[in-house]
C-alpha cells in the first residue's frame, strides 16, 4: 500500500517537504502517548511474524539491531516515535555548536530508480543548546532513559580547519549529558573541507576535545568516563585511511566506529548519494573494521540497508548493530519492525 502512495503520490512532492512533513507527524505521534501506543500496536500486527534479535550494543540491550541513522532527527524531537514505528535506537543530528540553515535549496533529491537519494544539506541545525533542551525535556519524562538515543556532532560551516576541535568540545559538552554515545562526525561531503579531518593528525584534536566536552558536561552526574565516543567516516577513504583510523580508535580508546556516510562517487552532481550504491563498500569497510578493531570495538553499518538480508549481512561482516535512513524514505512506516523481524529470522 505504502510503495503505490509513495509511487502515486508522495514522489510528486518535494523531497524537503515530504520529509519535514514526516518528521512533524512522527514527533507529534511519539510525544502524544495514545498515538504513540496505537501506532506500535498498529505496526507490530502489520510487520507479520517473528521477533526481531535481542542485540547489545555500547553496554546496552536493545529489542533489534536496527537504528536510524543520523539525519532523520536533526533535532531529537522524533526519537520517541521513531521507536514506536520498530527502530531500536536513534541516532540524533549532525547538531552543529551554533545554529545554522545550511545549504540552500534544493538540497535533497530522489533517485527514484535506485531506491536511494542525493542530498547536499549542509548539516542544517538548530544549534547544541536548541537539541539540548529538546533531549533534557525527553529524558526528564517518563520512560525517558529507556530509549537508545546517541547524538552526531559536526562543525559549523564558518568554522576554520584549525578551530574545528573547539566547535566539537562545544558540542559535546552541551549534549553529552543526554546521550547514551557521542558520535564525531567528520565525513559529511557538504561542509567544505569537512572530509579532510578525517586524516589522522586533524582527527586527533578534534577527538580529544569531544571527550573533554563529554567530560565536562557530564560533571556530577556519576558518568563521567562512561559516555561512548564514536566517529564516523566517509566510504570514500581509501583502505589504508580506514585501517589508520582504526588505530587511532585504538590509540584514543574510542568505543567504535559507524561506518559509512554518504558518498559522493558519483557524478550527479553536489552531495553524496545513499541507500543501495553504497551497500558493497559499506560491507567492506565494516570488514575491515571488524578486523582491524577486534571483538572489543563497537562497529555500527550504516548504508544500503533495504532489507532482512542486509542487516544480516551487515552482522556477518562484523557490524555490532545497523542503521537506515534511506529504505525507511521509499518503503514506509511498517519497514523498520518489518525489517527487524525479517533480520531476525535470518541471523
Request: with cysteine.
Amino acid at each position: 500500500m505504502y510503495r503505490l502512495l509513495f509511487d502515486c503520490v508522495l514522489r510528486r512532492l518535494d523531497p524537503e517537504f515530504a520529509h519535514d512533513a514526516a518528521h512533524r507527524l512522527i514527533a507529534w505521534t511519539g510525544a502524544v502517548g495514545p498515538a504513540r501506543w496505537a501506532v506500535r500496536a498498529g505496526v507490530a500486527a502489520l510487520a507479520g511474524g517473528g521477533r526481531t534479535r535481542p542485540t547489545r550494543l555500547l553496554g546496552r540491550m536493545l529489542p533489534g539491531p536496527l537504528g536510524v541513522a543520523a539525519g532523520f532527527d536533526k533535532d531529537g524531537r522524533a526519537a520517541r516515535g521513531l521507536t514506536a514505528l520498530g527502530f531500536s535506537f536513534v541516532e540524533v543530528g549532525t547538531v552543529t555548536p551554533e545554529p545554522q540553515p545550511g545549504n540552500a535549496r534544493p538540497r535533497l533529491w530522489r533517485l527514484t530508480d535506485q531506491r536511494a537519494l542525493r542530498n547536499a544539506m549542509g548539516f542544517n541545525s538548530p544549534g547544541a543548546r536548541a537539541v539540548a533542551l529538546t533531549l533534557a525535556r525527553l529524558r526528564a519524562s517518563q520512560g525517558g532513559w529507556d530509549l537508545m538515543v546517541g547524538v552526531n556532532i559536526g562543525k559549523n560551516r564558518t568554522t576554520a580547519a584549525p578551530d574545528a576541535p573547539a566547535d566539537y568540545f562545544t558540542a559535546a559538552a552541551h549534549l553529552a549529558r543526554h546521550a547514551d554515545y557521542l558520535v564525531v562526525n567528520v565525513s559529511s561531503p557538504n561542509t567544505p573541507g569537512l572530509r579532510d579531518l578525517q586524516a589522522v593528525q586533524a582527527l586527533r584534536p578534534i577527538l580529544e576535545a569531544a571527550r573533554a566536552g563529554a567530560a565536562r558536561s557530564l560533571e556530577g552526574t556519576g558518568r563521567r568516563d562512561r559516555l561512548p565516543l564514536l566517529v564516523k567516516i566517509a566510504p570514500d577513504l581509501p583502505d589504508d585511511s580506514v585501517r589508520q583510523i582504526a588505530s587511532l580508535a585504538h590509540a584514543e580508546q574510542l568505543a567504535g566506529v559507524v561506518a559509512v556516510n554518504t558518498t559522493i562517487a558519483h557524478e550527479l552532481g553536489p552531495g553524496g548519494v545513499s541507500g543501495p550504491p553504497l551497500r558493497r563498500r559499506g560491507l567492506d569497510v565494516v570488514r575491515l573494521l571488524r578486523d582491524e578493531l577486534g571483538p572489543d570495538k563497537t562497529v555500527i553499518g550504516v548504508g544500503g540497508i533495504s532489507s532482512g538480508e542486509d542487516v544480516a549481512a551487515y552482522l556477518a561482516a562484523g557490524a555490532d548493530a545497523v542503521q537506515a535512513y534511506t529504505a525507511f524514505i521509499f518503503e514506509g512506516p511498517i519497514w523498520p519492525a518489518r525489517t527487524g523481524r525479517a533480520a531476525g529470522a535470518r541471523h
